[in-house]
């Protein structure tokens, strides 16, 4: 069955500390992971996308690493801010013939940054 | 930038009405999707569109749902018959052929 699996499922860090995220997933065909953030109320925003070929992926302060072997990835936030506090969602994508992109979502770590 | 719009942004409908949540994906995409995240839960696949017709649907989506691209710009989702516990997020989204999805901003739907 295609899973998603994040951890922890919430988290407290103090302003300007780092904090790394977890994700395991078991997904075939597995095609590539994104890890989205999203606030509140609103739509997720896509931080990275790695397909299996990569390891790690920078975008900003937010760094992905993916194992493709042991099927884990990482999301490690750098000198956070308040603004970072949301949920981040680990979201393993398969290519599917005749449904396209299928998206299975993991339930998402929620993070709190205070000052 | 291009991007996936959604109205309304928040719905309050009373039980057993139908409610039309409407959503206008990126010009080329191909793919369109709608996502739901009940309060607190994860996002859940609902369906995905591509050639005017339904690719894949999960088990939530049942003969209460349907979806229709009327026009060639809008993609709507429709509940024919509102229950309590279809109270959630609404998320439309779009790809091209095989690229990311990018996602709406959602549509609250409230039933009461």
């Known amino acids: 069955k295609n899973q998603v699996e994040q951890s922890p499922q919430s988290l407290i860090i103090l302003e300007g500390k780092n904090c790394t995220l977890q994700c395991n997933y078991t997904v075939s065909p597995f095609s590539n992971l994104r890890w989205y953030k999203q606030d509140t109320g609103r739509g997720p925003v896509s931080l990275t996308i790695?397909?299996?070929?990569?390891n790690t992926k920078s975008n900003g302060r937010y760094t992905a690493t993916l194992d493709a072997d042991t099927k884990q990835s990482s999301l490690h936030i750098t000198a956070s801010q308040l603004s970072d506090s949301a949920s981040y969602i680990c979201?393993?994508?398969?290519?599917?013939?005749?449904?396209?992109?299928?998206?299975?979502f993991g339930k998402g770590t929620t993070l709190s940054v205070s000052s | 930038e291009p991007e996936v719009t959604q109205t309304p942004s928040h719905q309050v409908t009373q039980m057993g009405q139908e409610v039309i949540l409407r959503c206008v994906p990126i010009?080329?995409?191909?793919?369109f999707y709608w996502y739901r995240q009940i309060l607190g839960q994860k996002v859940e696949f609902l369906v995905s569109?591509?050639?005017?017709?339904?690719?894949?649907k999960s088990e939530i989506f049942d003969d209460q749902f349907s979806v229709e691209r009327p026009d060639g710009s809008n993609f709507t989702l429709k509940i024919r018959s509102t229950k309590l516990e279809d109270s959630a997020m609404y998320f439309c989204?779009?790809?091209?052929?095989?690229?990311?999805?990018?996602f709406g901003q959602g549509t609250r739907l409230t039933v009461v």
């Open positions: 010009s080329n995409h191909l793919y």
């Open positions: 979201v393993v994508s398969a290519y599917l013939r005749q449904a396209g992109t299928a998206l299975i």
């Open positions: 989204a779009s790809s091209e052929v095989f690229t990311e999805a990018f």
């Open positions: 569109f591509y050639n005017n017709e339904i690719s894949e």
């Open positions: 790695m397909t299996f070929s990569e």
